[in-house]
């Protein structure tokens, strides 16, 4: 395969100025975006020194979430003797296999299930931000971003308070492993085991009580398809992928807006605008940075080509401020028009819980709008992890 590699040899001789975008070398890089820019310009299809390619422009990465041809399934090398847990989660799943399970996930996620869902989203928002008395300089990561999506899951899942705390910890940990490498999330028990031990337990009790939470109302026909064990592991990525992006969602979205104060006034005088400020966020801070795929058999992308079994990384961030794309495409901006940002994947893997997160967004901002006058930045620490953005901690001063 021929990629340009500028800067390829400078490797040899130490740290790549482009390894910020590797897993596990991240370190926070608050350049990431100066990276990605500097990446589409000078090699949009790169083959890095340590093997993986990158895909950084917003048709390459379009075209390839849509590419059969590319599979969401990491090669026998990769899955060979694993047990892990993650294994039998629906996106690393194929074909008919993949149909039927996501069949049976996103059922509530559709047509009737929806408002359900709304009216437990508006009862969380309640409980945190209502009467809260929030207001004066706070860290609102720990007091609402995290909070809320946190505990709209568990409910979701039919998970009693008490129990929040492990789900909390266990999420951080997978979100960690994830961003280290295949070999570490497939290669052994880790995090994704026990936290689906606590989901298969709490499966048998939901079944043998005979009650379903508003997320598992496909549940019976899950377990009868799968078995228990399946089941379970893929209530406890439902419980993971359910909060930790809407969390960064969140917290991106209110960072942005306390940056802006112009949008936030906008958004005081027009409130129609919150849905645009959720996508506006979504694309320009993506909270799901990567997306991985393994070609099946040689593919030829870019012009490129890149053999079978090649782990390719269409960095999702970097496709979403593609100035080809976006006009002034660093600019967070509410009246933007135009093509669809890539936040939520594309293709059969799309999403399941756009809707969703789209209304938990929108419904804290609301919230948000109707408790605060002026929201002000006053520190903001970005989370260590090159696959997933999002803050560890954002403390505003809010005026009421
Ligand atoms: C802002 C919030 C969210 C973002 C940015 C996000 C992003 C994504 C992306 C990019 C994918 C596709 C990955 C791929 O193609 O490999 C995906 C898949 C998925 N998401 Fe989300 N997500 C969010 C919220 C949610 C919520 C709230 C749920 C469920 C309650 C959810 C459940 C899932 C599931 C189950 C899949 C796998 C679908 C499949 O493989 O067929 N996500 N999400």
């Known amino acids: 395969m021929h990629t340009e590699s500028p800067s390829n040899a400078l490797f040899k001789s130490g740290r790549h100025p482009w390894q910020g975008i590797r897993a596990g070398a991240f370190a926070g890089a608050a350049d990431t975006y100066a990276i990605h820019d500097e990446m589409r310009r000078r090699a949009p299809v790169w083959q890095a020194p340590w093997g993986d390619v990158y895909l950084t422009g917003y048709d390459l990465v379009s075209g390839s979430l849509a590419n059969r041809k590319l599979s969401h399934v990491p090669p026998a090398d990769v899955m060979a003797d694993s047990d892990s847990a993650i294994r039998d989660w629906l996106i690393y799943q194929e074909g008919s296999a993949h149909a039927a399970l996501r069949q049976a996930l996103q059922q509530p996620f559709v047509g009737k299930g929806m408002p359900a869902l709304r009216l437990i989203v508006a009862e969380t928002i309640e409980d945190l931000m209502g009467d809260s008395g929030l207001s004066g300089t706070t860290e609102v990561v720990a007091a609402f971003t995290r909070a809320v999506p946190e505990r709209v899951i568990c409910r979701l899942l039919g998970v009693p308070d008490q129990d ?6 266990w999420s951080g940990s997978i979100r960690a492993l994830l961003d280290t ?5 497939f290669g052994g028990a880790n995090s994704a085991d026990e936290m689906s031990c606590y989901f298969v337990e709490h499966l048998r009790h939901l079944l043998a009580a005979g009650r379903m939470p508003p997320l598992l109302t496909g549940l019976a026909g899950l377990v009868d398809a799968l078995g228990l064990t399946a089941a379970g592991r893929n209530i406890a990525f439902l419980a993971f992928a359910g909060h ?16 802006q104060p112009a949008q936030w006034a906008a958004l005081r005088a027009d409130r129609r605008l919150a849905a645009s400020a959720v996508a506006e966020t979504l694309r320009l801070e993506s909270p ?3 997306i991985c795929r393994w070609p099946l058999e040689p593919v030829i992308i870019g012009g490129q080509e890149i053999e079978k079994n090649r782990l390719m990384v269409l960095l999702v961030g970097a496709a979403n401020r593609d100035p080809a794309q976006f006009a002034d495409a660093s600019r967070f901006d509410l009246g933007r028009a135009g093509r669809q940002n890539l936040a939520f994947g594309r ?6 819980g756009r809707a969703l997160a789209e209304m938990e967004g929108v419904a804290v901002l609301e919230a948000a709008l109707t ?7 006053v520190a903001a620490r970005w989370m260590d992890n090159s696959s997933i953005r ?3 901690a954002l403390a505003l001063r809010l005026t009421a």
Not at 347 to 352: L, Q, S, T
């Open 288 to 290: 799901v940075q990567k």
């Open 347 to 352: 293709g059969a893997h799309v999403c399941i």
């Open 371 to 377: 408790h605060w006058r002026t929201i002000e930045p």
């Open 244 to 259: 930790e992006t809407t969390v960064h969602l969140i917290g991106n979205m209110l960072f942005h807006l306390a940056h």
């Open 390 to 392: 999002g803050l560890d």
């Open 164 to 169: 929040m705390p492990m789900v909390r910890a």
């Open 181 to 185: 490498g295949f070999d570490d999330a």
